[in-house]
């Protein structure tokens, strides 16, 4: 199975500008049975349909097993706030950082680097329901189908680096809808295909 290289060190180009992150282009297959997908005004939910683009997620490394996700068609990265909640992001912020591991049946789980419970220390994950509706990260366990992901890469993609964004200033409520999509848009570099046909 394909992952992120999120481990993977690579050189920066002279010109700051030029895409410098290999990442993927790719679906999220939840074990419930849904396709993570980021609808227009950046709500999240699940879906059974792989053809719509709104299922599409650019996969980009911004650090050793860390990634944002980032919707293809809107520019805005999935974020998980304070409380355990998704929201869409114009920015790229940490509450855009999650940290990808692959788990013992070889699914994938994504956990929050900034929130986690404060007695336990236990990690907060992405995770969509029965019914396809997502979950706060608190509830999520890693070892329920819920926060069982796997990835359907379509193809490798070059990124630039997400600008970081301090979060001091303003962090977006559970459910805001950002005004604009993103100004730390990720680019495409004419990857090249890893795997078009569907997976099971």
């Known amino acids: 199975m394909l992952q992120c290289l999120c481990g993977k060190s690579l050189k920066k180009n002279k010109n700051p500008t030029d895409p410098q992150l290999k990442g993927i282009v790719t679906r999220l297959y939840c074990r419930q049975g849904y396709y993570l997908q980021m609808h227009p005004d950046g709500a999240l939910d699940g879906t059974k349909d792989d053809s719509t683009n709104s299922t599409l997620f650019n996969l980009i490394p911004v650090g050793l097993r860390v990634v944002a996700i980032q919707g293809v068609k809107t520019g805005l990265y999935i974020a998980m706030n304070g409380e355990g909640y998704l929201y869409p992001s114009e920015l790229f912020t940490p509450e855009c950082k999650f940290k990808e591991s692959v788990f ?4 994938v789980i994504y956990s929050s680097m900034l929130y986690r419970q ?3 220390g236990r990690a907060w ?3 969509l329901n029965k019914e396809g509706q997502v979950m706060k990260g ?3 366990k890693k070892t329920k ?3 069982h992901f796997l990835p359907k890469p379509l193809e490798v993609a070059m990124y630039r680096e997400p600008s970081l964004h301090d979060v001091g200033e303003t962090v977006p409520k559970a459910g ?3 005004s604009k999509s993103t100004s730390a848009s990720a680019i495409m570099n004419g990857g090249k295909p890893v795997n078009k046909s569907k997976t099971t």
């Open 176 to 178: 805001v809808t950002p």
């Open 104 to 107: 013992e049946n070889y699914y």
């Open 145 to 147: 189908p819920a926060a």
């Open 118 to 120: 404060q007695e336990s």
């Open 138 to 140: 608190n509830r999520v």
């Open 125 to 127: 994950f992405l995770g």
